[in-house]
């Protein structure tokens, strides 16, 4: 990743950081409620540097999950993955994992989402 890439995430979350914490309460649970979360998760969601859901993508489709599939099919599955992969506290790990094909094989040393994944795994037929 080059210095600017993460420079530019970061500036992005400090905006919609700004963004999210000038709605008014009633505004910002109906959008938390929209999306099916907390208000507490919908503002992390929202002010969170983005590199975790391209984790995620990245992990279910080396378990051979499409991913645009599950997101169809399964949205609240999708959207609970995505909301414990942004808590993530180890993507370095993650990402190196990846980045060496060896996500799926080792997810479940330091994936939370792991269990989850190896379910959708075991029924990847279904979403193929």
Do not use: K
Not at 24 to 49: K, S
């Amino acid at each position: 990743m080059r210095f600017a890439e993460p420079v530019r995430h970061w500036l992005r979350a400090q905006i919609s950081s700004r963004e999210i914490d000038a709605l008014d309460p009633a505004t910002l649970r109906q959008l938390a409620r929209d999306n099916g979360v907390t208000e507490v998760d919908f503002h992390d969601l929202a002010t969170r540097q983005d590199g975790n859901a391209e984790l995620l993508r990245r992990q279910l489709a080396q378990a051979g999950i499409d991913t645009g599939q599950l997101a169809h099919t399964h949205a609240s599955v999708m959207r609970d993955m995505e909301i414990v992969c942004s808590g993530c506290l180890v993507t370095r790990r993650c990402r190196r994992a990846l980045d060496h094909r060896e996500g799926a094989q080792h997810a479940a040393q330091y994936c939370p989402n792991a269990h989850t994944i190896d379910a959708l795994r075991a029924g990847a037929a279904r979403f193929c």
